[in-house]
């Protein structure tokens, strides 16, 4: 009797056991990573995310990349139609009507102007406008004579109340490359957030945020090698971060042995040249991508000093004799 009682529940035990297995494989069997990448704003868009449901994954994807469309088509300067291209048509004439989004990245590209003594300039395209990296062409000494009183960002005045905007001099013209992409990552975080995802990673070219980590294991994010095509620098290993990096082997052409690429110092209208790469990490991408561009321009001392003074920010830079650089938290790094 007793033993027959004790051989049922065995069985019912074993029964437990069996659905238990069978539920855990079915869930896990759905839940896995889901990836979509695609060239968009000029670059190459990834993102990445843990989620159970195939379906939904595939959609909260698809929004991912028209969230990244959307913003391009607001803020490109290529695109004729934009948002920015209306406003750098109207705004030398007198106040033009903005959308609240344009505001806050104007506000916030301000901001980091005012932090950074202003080396962030996104009036620096008043003469950036005239570069073209890949045709090798740069405007001459006389053109940027012409053209430098033109970058200074408090040239535009951004009025809330009225929610306009508007240039007080002639010949400015804004970009927001610099700014934009971080903030397009940042908004499509927050679109995965809003939709309970936990573990996920976006990038767009240089500018990328994590939320959460990867399986209870850090994400490993690369530093590229300035000057080596493909291959890593350092390897760090982030959670919950934003990590940017700005370097001068993005767009460039080379003439008489000097580089000419896409980070201008507002200051001459010409390259910055004390540094191969920056790379930031923050909170927000908006931000880390901001200030990649800004620590470039200051060169590797200025840029350190100033990111030492700012709670949560690190920076990792090589500077132009190929030297690294580490902001203090990081100085374990230092091999
Ligand atoms: P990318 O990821 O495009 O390489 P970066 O973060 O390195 O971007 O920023 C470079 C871009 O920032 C340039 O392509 C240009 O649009 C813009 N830019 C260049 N110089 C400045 C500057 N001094 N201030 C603000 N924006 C700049
Ligand atoms: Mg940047």
Redesign the pocket.
Known sequence: MFRIARRQSIVAQLQCLLLAVVLLFSTAARAAWYENSQHIM??QITAELWHDDAEQAARLLDQVMAEMRRIEQAFS?YIDNSELSYINRQAPQGWVNASDEMLDLLAK?EQ??DLTGG????T??SI?RYYDYRKGQRPDDALIEENLAAIDYQHVEIDRQRRAVRFRHPAVYI?????A??HAVDRCIALLAAADVSEASVS????SRILGDRRGEPWNVGIADPRADGEVTALLPLTDTAV????DY??FYEDDGIRYH?????ATGDS?RASMS?TILGPEATLT??L???V??MGPDKGLDLINQLDGIDAIIVAADGQMRYSADLEELRP
Do not use: N, Q
């Open positions: 000029g670059t300067p590209s980091v102007s080396a962030f300039d996104i620096y395209a950036g970009d927001l490359g610099g700014i992409k971080g767009a070219g240089g500018d940017s990096t700005s370097g993005e767009r896409h980070i201008l110092d507002p910055a920056v991508d901001a990649s561009t800004s470039f321009v």
